[in-house]
């Protein structure tokens, strides 16, 4: 896990913000900060010990670029191929995700469903059907599962 766990990256000196590479446009400092994922985040809150999370990344520096660095949500909630009945009325939808997101952006097909906190559920009212579920991060990233609902 330390491998995954710390990481360096490139910080700008005036800013304080994340970049993900040097241009030679701006000056820069490396920096290794931990990448816990969020569950274990909000336990080190719940445990008083804070965690140095690593800044957002620049606004200008593009979100394709910023997408490239760090991994992808993993849905934990559906589990892919997973059979959920439509009486449960309301389907929690949750992902793990890398330390410096904020917002999980939740997708069934095309249709967008909402958005979420990284330690937040969101709940879907999904109709009877076949679905592919995708969680988009605010960098870019994303992952899906199918999910059939009954």
Known sequence: MSARLHREILVDRASGLRVPIDDGTRQLKREVYEFWPCDFLKLFEQAGIPRKTPPPFS?????????????????????????????AKTIPLRAKVEADVQKIYWFAGKKFIGQAGPDEFLGWDANTGDYEIMALDDHGRATSCSVIVH
């Open 59 to 87: 606004p200008e520096t593009g979100s394709e670029l910023a997408g490239r660095t760090g991994h992808s949500p993993r849905i934990i909630s559906p589990a892919s191929k997973e059979i959920v009945l439509a009486s």
